[in-house]
């Protein structure tokens, strides 16, 4: 049986803000197994079918242009229920209302209105996941 996959993103502020390592330690740490990891810019058309379910929505385009400022570390993990469990450990959407000890709770900081600098993306379903792993890291 094949064990359950993720991506993961460090966004642009993850990365230029030399949280990359302690992002992707933690997530070592709860025993999730590293299988793919690059460091690279994303480009539009990635992001345009990575956010599709956001396409029209009003923080979409500031998204995409955040998500466009910088590299990022895309990285898919493997591991019993790992998705619900990055989940877990990424923490609510909006860094200021994310919970202490999550990796948005902890290093998120006031960014004013800006939600989408929230440090990480994981995959919200099996479906998801295997969708994204095509995007990012091809079939
Ligand atoms: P998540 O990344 O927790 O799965 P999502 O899929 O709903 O959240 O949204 C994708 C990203 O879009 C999210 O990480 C940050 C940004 N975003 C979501 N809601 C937002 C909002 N209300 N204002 C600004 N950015 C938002
Ligand atoms: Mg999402």
Redesign the pocket.
């Known amino acids: 049986m094949t064990a359950e996959r993720t991506l993961v993103l460090v966004?642009p502020d993850g990365v230029s803000r030399g949280l990359a390592g302690a992002i992707l330690a933690r997530v070592e740490a709860k025993g999730y197994q590293l299988a793919e990891l690059k460091l690279l810019t994303a480009t539009r058309e990635v992001l345009e079918q990575h956010?599709a379910?956001?396409e029209g929505?009003?923080?979409?385009e500031?998204?995409l242009e955040f998500m466009l400022s910088g590299p990022v570390i895309a990285a898919v993990f493997e591991g019993e229920r790992v998705i619900e469990g990055f989940?877990s450990l990424?923490g609510?959407?909006?860094p200021t209302t994310a919970a202490p000890g999550t990796i948005r709770g902890d290093f998120g900081r006031d960014w004013g209105?800006?939600?989408?600098?929230?440090l990480?993306?994981?995959s919200?379903s099996p479906e998801s996941a295997e969708r994204e792993i095509g995007i990012w890291f091809g079939a």
Do not use: I, M, S, W
Not at 57 to 60: G, I, L, R, S
Not at 113 to 118: A, D, E, F, H, S
């Open positions: 966004k956010y379910e956001h929505k009003p923080f979409y500031p998204l989940r990424a609510a959407t909006d209105l800006k939600v989408q600098q929230n990480v993306h994981g919200d």
